[in-house]
């Protein structure tokens, strides 16, 4: 009854999500940013939402040792999606820097 429930809601709750993602992409748009930079923010924040759903759904299963790999994996994940921005804010502060 558990999984099924959340289940539910988390399909009840990406409606809402896709009309934050819609008002994030319209913001883009006026602001004449990258997209690859919202795109690879949505990306981020998907996988900790899904990374936290998954661990709380082993946690209810009584899985914690599976729940905390859940939660680490997520967090690689979190950090690979990262990387480019991380690059291009450590290229723009270079650029910025005499040298």
Known sequence: INLVFSIIIFTFMMGKMASIINVMKELTRRAEINYFFLATILKILGVAYLGEFAAAICNDA???AVAKKV??????????LALPIMIAILESIMDLMPG
């Open 62 to 64: 009584g899985e914690s």
């Open 71 to 80: 939660e680490f994996a997520a967090k690689i994940i979190i950090a690979v």
